[in-house]
């Protein structure tokens, strides 16, 4: 079987780097929590986010901590025989310049310095990431994709890509008959291995 898994908002709590960092940055409590940008987290202009991701977004990606059991629920899926696919979308990181080739090498770096280790890697653009990962899942094979952002979740299901949407603040009024919410990395392995391992007839 293969699982294709997002970076940010599922590897990672985005949620709370853009609710800590943009707090210390505007000097002021979300406006709107539930939103998915610093922009519309805090309503500020795209300026103003942009400002602050030149200050801080590196360092979200070169030091922000995995999510619990990640690294070891990823090692478990890997060693049960499932094939893994990182599909994500950053800032930068399809762009054919210094600043892309930046991008992509943090992020190889972040992985490698946590010990995560996917099949493939797949880089999507941010201005045509529903496509992307979709076109990505339907190349790959991938029959699950563990995800974050809400357009996304909604555009694979709808192309029937089966989505296990982590839960975060941004993502609660996501409601569609083939995706479901998880809360925890152990929760996503307990419901593949249960919903699933026939397939490889793993031992429990």
């Given at each position: 079987?293969?699982?294709?898994?997002?970076?940010?908002?599922?590897?990672?709590?985005?949620?709370?780097?853009?609710?800590?960092?943009?707090?210390?940055?505007?000097?002021?409590?979300?406006?709107?929590?539930?939103?998915?940008?610093?922009?519309?987290?805090?309503?500020?202009?795209?300026?103003?986010?942009?400002?602050?991701?030149?200050?801080?977004?590196?360092?979200?990606c070169?030091?922000?901590?995995?999510?619990?059991?990640?690294?070891?629920?990823?090692?478990?899926?890997?060693?049960?025989?499932?094939?893994?696919?990182?599909i994500?979308?950053?800032?930068?990181?399809?762009?054919?310049?210094?600043?892309?080739?930046?991008?992509?090498?943090?992020?190889?770096?972040?992985?490698?310095?946590?010990?995560?280790?996917?099949?493939?890697?797949?880089?999507?653009?941010?201005?045509?990431?529903?496509?992307?990962?979709?076109?990505?899942?339907?190349?790959?094979?991938?029959?699950?994709?563990?995800?974050?952002?809400?357009?996304?979740?909604?555009?694979?299901?709808?192309?029937?890509?089966?989505?296990?949407?982590?839960?975060?603040?941004?993502?609660?009024?996501?409601?569609?008959?083939?995706?479901?919410?998880?809360y925890?990395?152990?929760?996503?392995?307990?419901?593949?291995?249960?919903?699933?391992?026939?397939?490889?007839?793993?031992?429990?």
């Amino acid at each position: 079987m293969k699982i294709g898994i997002d970076c940010d908002g599922v590897l990672t709590d985005l949620a709370s780097y853009m609710y800590s960092y943009g707090e210390k940055y505007f000097k002021y409590k979300p406006v709107n929590p539930e939103g998915c940008t610093i922009t519309d987290i805090f309503a500020c202009t795209e300026k103003d986010e942009f400002r602050f991701g030149m200050k801080y977004f590196f360092y979200y990606c070169k030091n922000w901590s995995p999510r619990e059991n990640a690294v070891d629920v990823i090692s478990k899926l890997k060693a049960d025989g499932y094939s893994l696919y990182q599909i994500t979308a950053r800032k930068f990181i399809t762009k054919n310049n210094p600043l892309g080739w930046y991008s992509k090498w943090i992020h190889r770096a972040w992985m490698k310095k946590h010990e995560f280790t996917f099949d493939e890697v797949h880089y999507c653009a941010e201005s045509t990431v529903c496509e992307d990962k979709l076109n990505a899942c339907k190349r790959l094979g991938v029959e699950i994709m563990i995800e974050d952002t809400p357009d996304v979740a909604v555009y694979l299901a709808e192309n029937h890509i089966n989505v296990l949407l982590f839960d975060a603040p941004y993502n609660r009024n996501i409601n569609f008959y083939n995706i479901k919410r998880v809360y925890s990395w152990k929760e996503i392995y307990e419901y593949i291995l249960s919903t699933y391992s026939y397939s490889f007839n793993i031992q429990k």
